[in-house]
């Protein structure tokens, strides 16, 4: 009995002593399941404290955590056992080597996971019906960032393992640039959109004013914006273009000022003038989505006594603000017509002179032509 454990003592298997690879695959084992048993513990303590809170971070660390590759596990078991083996310095720094790598890929799975989940919150916040520039420039995030991680990760890598990686690093560079270059408008109009995803000045549905251009969102992509004009065509702008000009969103107006004008005759009494102001005033305040601002005596025009009015519309609906003018208007005509005055009508005189003729025979014949009234009740709205 003695002779056959002696046998198997000094036995050996790889040119290693049976005894200690023995030892070395319970140490393994053992290690699988302690880590097995950590990791499950600490998941279900952080997911008790993610469940007693209302910010979403513990609830990314469980998730993050519940990724663990269970080959990096495995990996890790086996790299504890061969630690526990006497072996040559070589074969020491080939194991750190493999610890390192191991480490290195299952962060980088970490983080991976974490920034999938970090864009899927971010999108979910921020999208809405037809938004989208959210899900496009969320992909474009994370291919990203994803692409940034995994450069890291595998340059650390190769670091480790000897490898000079400066020479490599400084030709990235310069191929980076080289490529940036030549996509420099493309790589604009895809951080535009991303800035447009970001800061939000507009979304799909908007109505708004670039310039002298105006209409409807329609659809924001990696490059383009779309827009449906009032008249009814498609207008495409590149999302750099856009950016760089004034937008104008009247979709996120909350009242809408409205200024006009309007002219009575020269005719007219100044008493009954003096009391225009007042009647517009009740018109503009008997109206529950008006507020007046101010009614003034303006001005003395070429062919009128000019007015000015400036209200408010509390809502920014302009089929709503239309049908209020209108109604305006219309009052207006039929108070000043039982208070008496008149409105403007815009006069030009036209002098006829035949051939060798004289001023006084042409001013004999000077006739008087009655052009449209005055336009001078549309309103202006500024």
């Known amino acids: 009995m003695n002779e056959k454990l002696d046998a198997l003592t000094d036995a050996t ?31 279900g303590r952080t997911r008790q404290l993610a469940q007693r809170t209302s910010n979403h971070v513990d609830d990314m660390v469980v998730e993050v955590l519940g990724s663990t590759n269970r080959v ?52 979910a916040r921020h999208s809405s019906s037809g938004m989208t520039q959210v899900s496009a420039s969320a992909v474009l995030l994370s291919w990203s960032l994803r692409t940034l991680l995994w450069a890291v990760v595998l340059l650390a890598m190769l670091s480790n393992l000897g490898v000079n990686i ?39 549905g908007d109505a708004i004013g670039i310039g002298d251009l105006s209409g409807t969102v329609q659809h924001i992509g990696l490059k383009t914006t779309r827009l449906r004009s009032l008249t009814g065509e498609q207008i495409v702008i590149s999302n750099t273009d856009l950016l760089k000009q004034i937008v104008k969103n009247y979709r996120r107006m909350e009242e809408r000022r409205i200024a006009f004008k309007f002219g009575m005759s020269y005719r007219s009494d100044p008493e ?17 989505k008006l507020r007046l601002d101010r009614v ?38 039929r108070e000043f017509d039982a208070l008496g005055v008149e409105f403007a009508i815009p006069t030009r005189g036209v002098y006829v002179m035949s051939d060798g003729g004289n001023p006084a025979e042409a001013a004999e014949r000077t006739a008087r032509i009655d052009e449209a009234p005055r336009a001078q009740r549309s309103a202006k709205q500024h």
């Open 13 to 43: 298997l790889l040119g290693l002593p049976v005894p200690d690879l023995a030892l070395a695959v319970a140490a393994a084992l053992a290690a699988y399941l302690a880590m097995r048993l950590v990791l499950r513990y600490v998941i």
């Open 72 to 123: 990096f596990l495995l990996l890790a078991a086996v790299l504890v056992g061969v630690g526990m083996l006497d072996l040559t310095e070589r074969w020491n720094q080939r194991v750190g080597q493999l610890w390192f790598i191991a480490l290195a890929l299952q962060t980088g799975l970490w983080f991976t996971k974490a920034i999938s989940l970090g864009l899927r919150r971010y999108e």
């Open 166 to 204: 400066t020479a490599f690093v400084a030709s990235l560079g310069v191929g980076g640039i080289a490529i940036a270059l030549a996509v420099q408008n493309i790589l604009g109009d895809l951080f535009a959109s991303l800035s447009i995803a970001v800061d939000k000045p507009f979304e799909v």
């Open 272 to 288: 009954k003038l003096a009391a225009i102001p007042g009647i517009v005033k009740r018109l503009i305040e008997s109206r529950p």
């Open 296 to 333: 003034h005596f303006q001005a003395f025009g070429e062919s009128s006594l000019d007015f000015e009015v400036v209200y408010f519309v509390t809502t920014p609906d302009y089929g709503l603000y239309m049908d209020e003018q209108q109604r305006l208007n219309l009052q207006m005509m």
